[in-house]
């Protein structure tokens, strides 16, 4: 039984002479990590973010994680690999998105600061993987699906995000 969204955070107040209120809604969503018979907790917010927003089955994403880490490089800075159960950096999940079809848009660059935050009305409609500090999340028409709300009340800021072209 799948629940309804709750409202993780909303605002109310003036804006350049206008009155406005913003909702944050949050849906409950493990990508099917459950179902997939995987248990406890861990560092898998890249394969549940991919998962959820590209509706392949947990299972699949996790293997094919391991698969595309199996072909990345160590050196001296980077001493380990991605991993679907500990972490994935951001060049395999880049590769991972741009071999399904998935297109990415930068929201911030260097000395500009944070443009865009983790809230409904900054993002564009859709399903949308967005990456925000030590984290993946995915966004479906505005509401955050994901185990826990990450949006730190519309204040985190969003790096940029994966979307699908129609």
């Given at each position: ?24 809604y ?26 959820i ?18 072909l ?16 994935l ?28 935050h ?47 072209l129609?």
């Amino acid at each position: 039984m799948k629940k309804e969204p709750i409202c993780a955070w909303s605002e109310q107040g003036c804006k350049e002479g206008k009155n406005y209120s913003i909702a944050q809604y949050f849906q409950y969503n493990d990508g099917g990590r459950t179902e997939a018979g995987f248990k406890g907790t861990t560092g898998d917010c890249g394969v549940r973010a991919i998962a959820i927003v590209t509706e392949l089955p947990y299972k699949e994403v996790y293997n094919l994680v391991n698969n595309y880490a199996k072909l990345e490089k160590t050196g001296k800075r980077k001493k380990r690999i991605s991993n679907a159960r500990t972490g994935l950096y951001r060049k395999t999940l880049d590769q991972i998105m741009f071999n399904l079809g998935w297109e990415w848009k930068a929201t911030m660059e260097i000395g500009k600061g944070c443009t865009t935050h983790l809230r409904a009305d900054e993002l564009p409609e859709g399903r949308i993987l967005a990456r925000v500090s030590k984290h993946y999340t995915t966004i479906i028409n505005g509401v955050i699906n994901d185990i826990f709300d990450p949006s730190r009340q519309g204040e985190r800021c969003v790096y940029g995000y994966y979307y699908k072209l129609n």
